[in-house]
């Protein structure tokens, strides 16, 4: 459908329509259907929009119209294979054609403005919805080739040492003696996989799925090779637990969210971290889940909780993260580092720009997926170079300036006791308070750097790092 047209000044009686297009060549339609709205009901002609070098408008035929139900003309598309042109329509009172004919081109001028300024307006409209698709969010993906089909096999890897024609087809270790999946003609088969993996009676994504997420909860995975389900990977401490994770994941529609809910429930969640007695020596690892493990928090979550803490974290979902950064944000040359920066950015660590070879510093040194591969299980690493950050860059030094002027203005008279609230959400003891005060008013440099010093000292301990 190319648009609509209502004839609001129509009143009764018999009307002839007409209808304007430019001069579009030989590649015009030649038979463009067109729906007239009238008080019999609705009529459709087949326009053929031949060039013309004559009239402005040309006339569809006369229809009876009634002035209680308004005059519409529908232009559509259904079936066309050359350009439609649309510039404007006209309803003229059969009565009034002999005078129209009588008056020449008289009204011509008139009717000449009227479609400029029905021009300026499509123009406007087309502007807007151009701007409108621009807003869109975007996201980079794989497409389907326009004719998919088998490829010859690359020898050695050599993209033009041609072999013989491949069949596509799936891993054949996975069929469990129903074979594969058909490919629809014309498809590739990467949905038929897809759909394949994710069916009801394909255990395999949903149990490496809920592995991932009790890792992500409880450190390790009930499989501890969280990428490794094979034979050359650990088998599972509780394989019927993770059996029935599966079902349940594929019967709540999929949902992780819920997933993480019931699990975050769990008795086996909330437990101390603190083993029980005589639990250690026949289980020093905790494959037995005796007790909770100690969890080194991610990379995002210490930079979003400094900033939480700061009260500078921004919550609100910003633009495209790549927004300006040019090549940059697609180049993987050390050479084209542009330097990106997390520390003048408050938005959630969610929406920092992931780029590869150059990414964010804070992430990065506190064990950040690594964007050039598929990570399961992020590395969980203590080295020096993450105490050096928290200790001299700018970032750390900033949040522990607003913590302490965040603690300051809240509690005046115990800031000691408000930084350790802001920042481990407990208060702090007897001792650590005497500890604090002395600390605070021998500082070189005052009191107020002291408190300052205090909180990047508190949130560079291992009770913030960690989860208990």
Same mark, same amino acid.
């Given at each position: 459908m190319v648009g609509h047209f209502h004839g609001d000044a129509v009143g009764g009686g018999e009307y002839e329509v007409r209808f304007a297009y430019a001069n579009g060549g030989e590649a015009v339609d030649r038979g463009v259907p067109i729906a007239i709205e009238h008080a019999g009901g609705t009529a459709e002609v087949a326009l053929d929009q031949e060039p013309k070098p004559g009239d402005l408008f040309k006339p569809l035929g006369r229809f009876q119209f009634d002035a209680a139900k308004p005059a519409k003309l529908t232009v559509l598309t259904g079936g066309t294979t050359g350009f439609v042109l649309v510039d404007g329509v006209q309803f003229i009172a059969v009565e009034d054609i002999p005078?129209?004919?009588a008056g020449g081109n008289a009204g011509a001028a008139e009717q000449i403005a009227a479609l400029k300024e029905s021009v300026k307006a499509m123009e406007k409209a087309k502007k807007d919805a151009e701007a409108a698709l621009e807003r869109r969010p975007l996201a980079m993906a794989p497409a389907d080739r326009d004719e998919p089909g088998d490829q010859p096999i690359r020898v050695r890897g050599e993209p033009h040492q041609l072999g013989d024609e491949v069949p596509r087809g799936f891993l054949q270790v996975l069929y469990d003696g129903e074979g594969p999946p058909a490919i629809a003609e014309g498809e590739s %088969? =990467?949905?038929? *996989?897809?759909? #394949?993996? &994710?069916?009801? $009676? =394909?255990?395999?994504?949903? =149990?490496?799925?809920?592995?991932? @997420?009790? !890792?992500? *909860?409880?450190?390790?995975? @009930?499989?501890?090779?969280?990428?490794?389900?094979?034979? /050359? %990977?650990?088998?599972?401490?509780?394989?019927?637990? /993770?059996?029935?994770?599966?079902?349940?994941?594929?019967?709540?529609? #999929?949902?992780?969210?819920?997933?993480?809910?019931?699990?975050?429930?769990? =008795? &086996?969640?909330?437990? !101390?971290v603190d083993p029980p007695p005589g639990a250690s020596q026949p289980d020093p690892e905790n494959r037995w889940l005796s007790h909770q493990n100690r969890r080194r928090l991610a990379a995002e979550e210490i930079r979003d909780s400094l900033l939480a803490a700061a009260d500078s974290l921004d919550h609100a979902t910003p633009g495209s993260p790549v927004a300006g950064l040019g090549e940059q944000a697609i180049a993987n040359d050390a050479a084209q580092k542009g330097g990106i920066s997390s520390d003048d950015r408050l938005c959630r660590s969610l929406y920092l720009p992931m780029v590869r070879s150059d990414m964010p510093p804070f992430l990065e040194i506190f064990n950040a997926a690594n964007p050039d591969v598929a990570t399961g299980q992020r590395p969980e690493t203590t080295v020096p170079a993450q105490a050096l950050y928290l200790m001299n860059a700018d970032f750390a030094k900033n949040a522990a300036a607003q913590i302490a002027a965040r603690a300051s203005a809240e509690i005046s008279a115990d800031p000691a006791n408000a930084i350790y609230r802001l920042v481990l959400g407990r208060p702090a003891s007897d001792a650590e308070r005497e500890d604090a005060q002395a600390f605070a008013r021998s500082h070189p440099d %005052?009191?107020? !750097? %002291?408190? !300052? $010093? /205090?909180?990047? &000292?508190?949130? &560079?301990s291992t009770e913030f790092q960690f989860l208990e």
């Open positions: 005078k129209e004919a %088969g =990467r949905r038929e *996989l897809a759909d #394949w993996l &994710a069916s009801d $009676a =394909r255990h395999l994504v949903a =149990r490496v799925t809920a592995n991932r @997420i009790w !890792a992500g *909860l409880f450190r390790d995975g @009930i499989v501890r090779s969280v990428d490794n389900f094979g034979t /050359l %990977g650990e088998p599972p401490t509780h394989p019927a637990l /993770l059996d029935s994770l599966a079902a349940d994941f594929i019967a709540s529609g #999929w949902s992780q969210k819920r997933m993480i809910r019931s699990l975050v429930n769990s =008795r &086996a969640y909330g437990m !101390a %005052g009191e107020k !750097a %002291g408190w !300052a $010093a /205090l909180a990047q &000292a508190v949130f &560079a």
